[in-house]
Nanobody, 126 residues
């Protein structure tokens, strides 16, 4: 059974940091790319960071470049999202997702997602 589970969300003041983790199981991990998405109330779901688990190649949305870093820990089938210099507009539910492709850029598009996690809330106060 495919399972993606996020952890690490919470509340932080603007300028602070959070680290999200995504633990994957039930599928051949290294033929997938993993994306981090977020969705704020009333807004569409958007991809913010993606990584190919094989080479570690990454891609980012312009809105988070220079502030967020995605990494993988293959021995634990885990992907992490380090979020620094957080802003109130980063407040959203964050999801990790798996895309069956070596092209990690596809993991920024929610229409390509094969599996979703249940999400973790990130709240940034001003």
């Amino acid at each position: 059974q495919v399972r993606l589970e996020e952890s690490g969300g919470g509340s932080v003041q603007a300028g602070g940091s959070l680290r999200l983790s995504c633990s994957a199981s039930g599928f051949t991990y290294n033929i997938y790319s993993v994306g981090w998405f977020r969705q704020a109330p009333g807004k569409r779901r958007e991809g913010v960071a993606a990584i190919y688990t094989g080479t570690g190649a990454t891609a980012y949305a312009d809105s988070v470049k220079g502030r967020f870093t995605v990494s993988r820990e293959n021995a634990k089938n885990s992907v992490h999202l380090q979020m620094n210099s957080l802003k109130p507009e980063d407040t959203a539910m964050y999801y990790c997702a798996a895309v069956r492709s070596l092209d990690y850029r596809l993991a920024l598009d929610p229409t390509n997602v094969a599996y979703w996690g249940q999400g973790t809330q990130v709240t940034v106060s001003s």
